[in-house]
């Protein structure tokens, strides 16, 4: 093994005090997931108040918006830090989150619902643009804390923070939901009872949806409060030494932050452009499964709350996640040199198997449909660990790593918004068109990650033949 590939040794005080600086903000990460898909679950739980077509522009308004935040703050986070970005996307997240909550609690008391769509549409897009700090700090953050040969494994802790995000939003806000029920459909657990004592639904008249907003933005604030005292930028602002992590940064460190050079750099290189291509498809798949299949059993299907998968298609969500990221970490680092676009590729062919396996099971009993999204799951989560959170890194370098990470989850964004747009009429029409829809991005996502399978990147020194 040669110097460059022997994994990166570091001192144990060293790893846990980069482990104190993460995980908060990983949880800070997550929370700001339960404040975005909580509209998912509020759907769901409005019934007739928000049908698919309403959801499905609103969710495009927000998407669209967080796909095009990145202009703005995905260059404004490598000028003034991961830190500061983390602290305002949770500050604002939680405001709007706020008035998201009395904004349904208006409309449930008074029985004025007529502009929901429009109302909504407006305030979910405010959300979405504070959301667009979450992923563009914890990259820019960890990419002075991780070398390259390490970066692999930080892959999979993203899509793992990820998936936590997911379990928060679907089962934790599942449960607030249920919790603050005017009746109650089923057994409450002792977090759900503790929550529906604190909200004061035990005397409720109706259905307080409200809370699966508000209890997200109150997490968002405690969370922004301990990352002011915990999260630093870089290792040299807890005591440690800065290192060369071998990255596309790498000779360049001491340059001044120039936002016409950052942008030439990330638009011109082939590489990057490329992963862009194959978010904004990793966009249609994540979100076409994820969140349309909760909302398939329940219109389509007609289970009830306390179904299995509608009761934890969180849990079944986070644990595919967590599965799906390791595995494409471990797979990246141990097996791939650290190449991130084989294990995109291989992910991606597993999606595809899934999407023309959907086609033929649609009506089939719910446990295999269940079965092959989760697995589908696993895979679009492990690729998006692999190049949102790790490959922007790697290309765009520390300097210019939000600014990377945020082209590139701006893609995913707008994948995301055109299959919101897409289903949402899709499936208003006839379910059967849900499937075939997918397919076509699985197999040219497929084709892009064939096409960067031996990318790496290269030092800013080595580039320029210093």
């Known amino acids: 093994m040669t110097a460059a590939a022997r994994p990166i040794q570091h001192s144990r005080a060293y790893r846990l005090r980069r482990f104190v600086n993460w995980f908060p903000m990983g949880l800070t990460y997550a929370f700001l997931y339960m404040g975005r898909y909580n509209l998912t679950v509020s759907k769901n739980a409005l019934g007739s108040l928000m049908t698919n077509e309403d959801f499905g522009i609103i969710f495009a308004a927000g998407t669209f918006t967080y796909a095009f935040a990145f202009l703005i703050n995905g260059p404004l986070t490598d000028k003034l830090g991961g830190k500061k970005a983390i602290l305002f996307g949770a500050l604002g997240s939680g405001m709007m989150n706020l008035i998201m909550g009395l904004t349904i609690r208006s409309m449930l008391l008074t029985g004025h619902e007529a502009h929901l769509r429009l109302v909504f549409s407006l305030l979910y897009a405010g959300n979405m643009y504070f959301q667009s700090f979450g992923a563009v700090a914890i990259v820019k953050v960890n990419a002075s804390w991780f070398h390259v040969r390490e970066r692999g494994i930080f892959g999979g802790i993203f899509g793992i923070l990820i998936s936590l995000g997911i379990y928060f939003a679907f089962d934790w806000g599942y449960g607030v ?26 005397n409720a008249t109706i259905d307080e949806t409200w809370w699966v907003f508000i209890v997200p933005a109150v997490l968002l604030w405690a969370m922004f409060l301990i990352e002011v005292f915990l999260l630093r930028d870089k290792p040299s602002e807890a005591g440690f030494e800065d290192f060369d992590t071998a990255d596309a940064s790498s000779g360049e460190m001491d340059e001044e932050f120039r936002l016409f050079h950052v942008l030439k750099k990330i638009l011109t290189n082939p590489i990057i452009l490329t992963i862009a291509a194959i978010e904004f498809c990793s966009g249609v798949m994540r979100n076409g499964i994820m969140h349309w299949y909760p909302i398939y059993i329940k219109s389509a299907l007609h289970y009830g709350p306390d179904h299995f998968m509608r009761e934890h298609w969180g849990l079944i969500l986070m644990v595919a996640g967590v599965f799906g990221g390791m595995f494409a970490g471990w797979l990246s680092d141990h097996v791939f040199g650290s190449r991130r676009g084989p ?10 198997g899934g999407a023309i396996a959907m086609v033929f099971t649609l009506r089939t ?47 995913v964004y707008l994948g995301t918004g055109v299959q919101s747009i897409s289903l949402g009429f899709l499936t208003t029409a006839n379910w059967n068109y849900w499937p075939p829809f997918l397919i076509p991005f699985a197999v040219i996502g497929l084709v892009l990650a064939i096409r960067i399978w031996y990318a790496f990147p290269q030092p800013a020194k080595k580039r320029e033949g210093h």
């Open 177 to 202: 939901v249920e919790a603050t029920k005017a009746t109650l459909d089923s057994h409450l657990g002792f977090l759900q009872v503790l929550v529906r004592h604190v909200t004061g639904a035990t």
């Open 365 to 411: 009993p719910w446990y295999v449909l269940g079965g092959i999204v989760a697995f589908m799951s696993l895979s679009v989560i492990g690729v998006h660990g692999m190049l949102s959170g790790t490959s922007t890194m790697d290309f765009g370098g520390r300097k210019s790593a939000a600014t990377a990470v945020g082209l590139i989850d701006g893609f």
């Open 343 to 352: 294990v995109a590729a291989l992910l991606y062919g597993f999606m595809l």
